[in-house]
């Protein structure tokens, strides 16, 4: 993957192409694993891939650009994140306008989902979409969001148990 950004970092915008095929599921959920809302999270993905064709170098010049790629997600859902909680303001239809592309995230479309969201913390519900869903390796998800992997481990079993728990209707 190394070598579509380099090629992308020296003018080649089918490189773009081919990195957005090969990355755009895991850097939306990284996304929105972090502001929990669909729109939201494509819009921040799109910002991040504006990022890559802004200041393609950075990338290609990183020791491991596709890691770079995800630092970036992350860092855009975590702005996004920090400034929506400064915002008070009303939503009133989630689910307006929605893109032709909403196939391509179908796992938002599972109760389950949608349960996990209300039921969990958000570490948790952020773990559980970037193993689970983005299939990240605990490893992955550790370096990700500043964890030890068996920290990753125990969040993601603990919150696998609370999902249970509640989907057996024992809470």
């Given amino acids: 993957m190394k070598k579509e950004f380099v090629q992308l970092s020296k003018g080649n915008k089918l490189a773009f192409d081919t990195i957005y095929k ?4 895991r850097v939306f959920y990284i996304v929105y694993s972090i502001v929990r809302n669909y ?12 990022k890559l064709l802004k200041n393609p170098e950075q990338f290609a010049n990183s020791m491991n650009p596709l890691g770079y790629l995800y630092v970036t997600a992350k860092n855009v859902g975590l702005n996004s ?4 909680n400064r915002i008070v303001f009303e939503n009133i239809d989630d689910h307006a306008n929605l893109h032709n592309h909403r196939d391509d995230f179908e796992a938002l479309h599972v109760p389950i989902f949608e349960l996990a969201k209300k039921v969990l913390e958000p570490d948790e519900f ?3 979409t970037l193993c689970d869903v983005a299939d990240f390796k605990r490893r992955e998800v550790a370096k990700m969001l500043d964890l030890s992997t068996s920290g990753v481990t125990y969040k993601r079993e603990m919150a696998l148990k609370k ?3 509640v989907l057996e209707g024992n809470q």
Wanted: hydrophobic share 30%; charged share 45%; aromatic share 4%.
């Fill in 22 to 25: 090969e990355t755009k599921k």
């Fill in 39 to 50: 729109e939201t999270a494509e819009e921040l993905m799109d910002d991040v891939y504006v």
């Fill in 81 to 84: 994140h920090k400034k929506s």
């Fill in 126 to 128: 952020q773990i559980i």
């Fill in 163 to 165: 999902l249970k728990k």
